[in-house]
């Protein structure tokens, strides 16, 4: 691939001594405030539309094809000659327990939890009560952790997948150049629009996100780069007016939208980083708390929900909400980086972050 333009120098800095696209950093941020945003809309049906429909829902999809990327350029181990790569996936599987207990144990119980009735057999069998069998608070706790249902901690669903598409890379890698075909194959099932999908088990858009992530991960990042910058603000703004049509039209959402709405998302990333340079350094330095506050957010929200202290409705409500996500994140990011200086040893176990 050739580049389409020059990218400026504030796109490129230093950092760990490993050059870095800052644009994709500040994506993951964008991209990790927009899941909170969506999980508080939950409680609010008029600006959930809006939020869900924010990028054209390209949030996960858009960890996926970056999980997939990096794999596929080889960041976490040769994919050749092997079966698996055990290693980056217990790395990441670590934190995915350990938040999943978490979960289980502060809020699986709450009838504000989505999947509230898939986790009761757990909860009546430790309470006690009558009929309650230890094989079916089994299987509800394999649910709570994602094995055959949606995790208790919601979130954690589309970690799960890339858990499980990293640890049999090197056997998706065999598929060569077949890894865009299969991958379109997936996408094409359409299963965002069927609403079939309900996270149970690892669904076939996820897997074609992450297998197209490793097919274009033959092009350097640099080239990729300055492949959507030339067409960036077409991207954005075509991104916003769909996403306003798809507020009234939520029926006609499909994976290809959503493959549209990354490249809005990543476009808005590179502009901003772009026009900004200083502005996007400082964004992108946040990026190492998102799988902390993946882990953690969805819990803080269904407690405050429990916690009884939140009693506004109607547009006060709304007006909350939109001072309540940027409070959640940023108070989840000062504790993951007040935990990487006083307790490094605990960032690579909690956050999936460092060796």
């Known amino acids: 691939m050739t580049p389409a333009a020059p990218i400026p120098d504030s796109v490129i800095f230093e950092k760990t001594a490993t050059h870095r696209m800052v644009w994709v950093d500040v994506a993951r941020v964008v991209a990790c405030i927009l899941i909170i945003a969506n999980h508080m809309a939950f409680y609010s049906a008029e600006l959930y539309r809006w939020v869900w429909a924010e990028f054209l829902a390209a949030r996960t999809p858009f960890f996926l094809l970056v999980a997939g990327y990096f794999v596929g350029r080889g960041s976490f181990g040769s994919l050749d000659g092997r079966l698996f790569l055990w290693k980056r996936s217990w790395f990441l599987l670590r934190p995915y327990l350990i938040w999943g ?7 699986g119980w709450s009838p504000l939890h989505e999947y509230y009735e898939s986790y009761v057999p757990l909860y009546a069998w430790l309470r006690g009560e009558p009929g309650s069998g230890f094989w079916s608070a089994l ?4 649910r709570c952790m994602g094995i055959a249902g949606h995790p208790v901690d919601a979130p954690m669903w589309f970690l799960r997948d890339i858990i499980i598409y990293t640890a049999v890379a090197p056997l998706l890698h065999r598929l060569g150049s077949y890894l865009l075909w299969v991958g379109l194959l997936m996408l094409s099932l359409n299963y965002f629009a069927l609403d079939l999908a309900d996270h149970d088990y690892p669904i076939a858009n996820s897997l074609g996100f992450f297998l197209l992530g490793m097919f ?17 603000v077409s991207f954005l703004l075509c991104t916003l007016v769909l ?3 798809l507020v009234g039209h939520r029926d006609q959402h499909n994976s290809m939208l959503i493959a549209l709405g990354m490249l809005g998302l990543m476009s ?13 350094r400082w964004v992108a330095g946040l990026a190492p708390a998102c799988f902390f506050i993946f882990g953690t957010h969805y819990i803080v929200i269904i407690l405050l929900r429990e916690s009884g202290w939140i009693t506004l409705k109607g547009t006060s409500w709304d007006v909350f909400w939109l001072c309540l996500v940027p409070v959640i994140f940023s108070v989840l990011a000062g504790l993951f980086f007040c935990m990487r ?15």
Do not use: N
């Not at 299987?139 to 394999?142: G, R, S, Y």
């Not at 808005?268 to 996007?280: D, K, N, Y």
């Not at 200086?341 to 605990?346: D, S, T, Y």
């Open 216 to 232: 274009i991960s033959r092009y350097p990042l640099p080239d990729l780069t300055a492949a959507v910058r030339r067409y960036a």
């Open 341 to 355: 200086r006083l307790v490094p040893r605990l960032v690579p176990v909690l956050a999936a972050y460092g060796k």
């Open 139 to 142: 299987a509800a706790f394999a």
């Open 268 to 280: 808005l990333a590179i502009l901003f980083t772009e026009w900004f340079p200083r502005a996007a």
């Open 243 to 245: 996403t306003w049509w």
């Open 101 to 107: 207990m978490a979960a289980a144990v502060l809020i």
